[in-house]
């Protein structure tokens, strides 16, 4: 299921893209096209919009989330009805969310109205990342708030009243208790939101249809594949693409993950 794909994909990038007649192999002719050829300023281009999509998002995602995972965290009349409101948004699809924001943030709409200001949101470069990072970060925050509440559920009250006796705020608490026990439950859910945001296609496709340098590496396989027929530059770009995720993952786990693991591992002995 996973591996005849990928083998498949990457066995045709090896090929080349003449309309009309059999695919002549090439070797890394589209690889090089890619990397250093015609299609380079647009795939490159295309990589710092991903990488300034995923750590702008992330950063935002996991100070909100972490924020919503608190406040659903503590024990007030209408807790249950708060924990699902804030769910809402991630279970909307995203393609609805993108069309959502995409009227909201419309010259006309209501972010310009509540602003006094008529702000082209997806008329120019800046201000249409700024409205798809908005975007991205209002669905999938509720997520990383999931996972932390998660997390936090599991640290006994116990913890909390022994750090109240001893005198510690607030703030203090959060340092020294809550984020080192929820750490392992932070560093899972950025990870997975680290894997959707350097795969993003469907919300900058309906907000720009990368236009104003939002176009994304997802977009662009797309692009060659489907919209200008170009099977073998699509599967290198493809295979680009899952090298690039798959390294930033594993460097990830192997740095975090490991450290996580080995504090556990440290305070179980």
Same mark, same amino acid.
């Given at each position: 299921m996973i591996g005849y794909p990928v083998v498949r994909a990457l066995i045709r990038s090896l090929y080349g893209d003449r309309i009309g007649t059999e695919p002549q192999f090439i070797g890394l002719q589209n690889y090089l096209e890619v990397l250093v050829g015609s299609e380079?300023?647009?795939?490159?281009?295309?990589?710092?919009? #991903?990488? +300034?999509?995923t750590v702008t998002t992330l950063l935002l995602e996991l100070v909100i989330g972490v $924020?919503?995972?608190?406040?659903?965290?503590?024990? +007030?009349?209408?807790?249950?009805?708060?924990? $699902?409101?804030? &769910?809402?948004?991630?279970a909307i699809p995203t393609a609805v969310c993108a069309v959502l924001w995409r009227w909201t943030f419309d010259a006309n709409g209501i972010v310009n109205h509540l602003i006094g200001q008529q702000i082209l949101w997806t008329g120019s470069e800046w201000?249409?990342?700024?409205?798809?990072?908005? $975007?991205?970060?209002?669905? #999938?925050?509720?997520?990383?708030?999931?996972?932390? &509440?998660?997390?936090?559920?599991?640290?006994?009250?116990?913890?909390y009243e022994a750090a109240r006796v001893d005198g510690a705020g607030a703030v203090r608490r959060f340092f020294t208790i809550i984020l080192p026990l929820v750490r392992p439950a932070i560093v899972v859910a950025v990870l997975f939101r680290m894997l959707d945001?350097?795969?993003?296609?469907?919300?900058?496709q309906i907000f720009t249809h990368g236009a104003n340098n939002t176009e994304t &590496?997802?977009?662009?396989?797309?692009?060659?594949?489907?919209?200008?027929?170009?099977?073998?530059?699509?599967?290198?770009?493809? #295979?680009?693409?899952? &090298?690039?995720?798959?390294?930033? $993952?594993?460097?990830?786990?192997?740095?975090?993950?490991?450290?996580?693991?080995?504090d556990r591992d440290g305070g179980i002995e």
């Open positions: 380079a300023p647009g795939f490159w281009s295309a990589l710092s919009t #991903t990488l +300034f999509f $924020a919503m995972a608190l406040v659903m965290n503590r024990a +007030f009349r209408g807790r249950g009805i708060v924990r $699902a409101v804030v &769910l809402v948004p991630w201000p249409a990342k700024w409205a798809i990072i908005f $975007a991205d970060t209002w669905k #999938t925050a509720p997520f990383i708030a999931l996972l932390v &509440l998660a997390g936090l559920q599991t640290i006994s009250q116990e913890i945001v350097l795969r993003i296609y469907d919300l900058p &590496l997802s977009m662009i396989v797309v692009e060659q594949s489907i919209g200008n027929l170009k099977a073998g530059l699509g599967s290198a770009l493809s #295979t680009l693409t899952f &090298l690039i995720v798959f390294a930033i $993952a594993f460097l990830y786990i192997r740095v975090l993950g490991a450290r996580v693991m080995g």
